[in-house]
């Protein structure tokens, strides 16, 4: 009778096949389903806030004046906007207060000149966060809008300031209140434009160039410190230009503070109707490139 075989000899188990569902796989960095991908950038919320008050917290910290540039920007563009279009060609005939025109004009618009500019970047400026890390790239263009927005609360508050001020001194009524809802529809309408920009200029850099040109363009066209009914003869390029969502945002604006009248029902459409479209365009067309960011 032989002895049986010591531990150390033992056999090894015979081995075992494991079946494992396809289904329940996922290549790492794939793109989810747009749904699923939206519920993912809303578990990243806490990220983006505090990303948007950091980075607006250390902005300008290498300039002895900090974030007070925030304001003096848009306020130093304002004074030469007046010298040269008000003073010199004389665009501010016809218009009632016309400062309150153009500080509201600039302001408005310089909130989505710098949302835009930095959204549309934000993709390329941060291509080795992208391939360090798996997250939704979203939330980097969402961050940068996010943070333009918080940035612009003193400046929204300088620009009532100046209202207040200079004359014809205007009166605080319960219309100002409108601008909140106001300004939230512009920067969902920024977001959305930023985060289509943000997909052409990770694939493209030079359609950063073409942006900043365009803005300029946009400027021009969207009334900062000129009245279309002053300068546009044929009725049906006024109504073309209506459309225009950055527009009708300073126009609403100046309803509720400058001449203290309820924005009319077209333009809350128009501007609404541009915030939800773009935004939900932008994510859709973002989405579909979420595996190329940082590769190309």
């Known amino acids: 009778m032989t002895d049986p075989a010591p531990e150390s000899e033992a056999q090894p188990p015979a081995p075992r096949t494991v079946v494992v569902k396809e289904g329940s796989l996922r290549r790492v960095g794939a793109r989810l389903p747009f749904f699923q991908y939206v519920a993912e950038v809303w578990k990243y919320r806490h990220f983006i806030l505090y990303d948007a008050r950091s980075r607006v917290q250390s902005a300008n910290n290498n300039d002895q004046l900090g974030r007070l540039w925030t304001v003096l920007n ?99 009524t319960w219309l100002w209140l409108l601008v909140v809802p106001i300004y939230v529809l512009q920067t969902l309408f920024n977001m959305g434009l930023a985060l289509i920009l943000a997909r052409w200029v990770a694939l493209s850099s030079d359609i950063s160039n073409i942006i900043s040109f365009s803005l300029r363009i946009w400027m021009y066209m969207s009334g900062v410190f000129y009245s279309f009914d002053r300068y546009v003869e044929h009725p049906w390029l006024v109504q073309i230009l209506q459309f225009n969502p950055l527009h009708q945002a300073m126009h609403m604006v100046r309803e509720s503070v400058l001449y203290e009248r309820f924005p009319a029902a077209d333009s809350w459409m128009i501007l609404g109707g541009w915030a939800v479209l773009t935004m939900l365009v932008g994510s859709i067309y973002f989405w579909k490139a979420e595996e190329r960011y940082g590769r190309d």
């Open 74 to 172: 848009p306020i130093l563009n304002g004074l030469s906007y007046f010298l040269i279009f008000g003073i010199l060609l004389q665009t501010s005939r016809g218009i009632e207060n016309f400062i309150g025109y153009l500080v509201i004009g600039v302001f408005t618009y310089q909130l989505t000149a710098r949302t835009v500019n930095s959204g549309s970047r934000s993709i390329a400026r941060n291509r080795t966060m992208i391939r360090a890390f798996t997250f939704p790239r979203a939330t980097l263009t969402i961050a940068t809008a996010a943070r333009e927005a918080i940035a612009f609360l003193p400046v929204l508050a300088t620009m009532f300031f100046l209202v207040l001020v200079f004359p014809p001194v205007e009166k605080i």
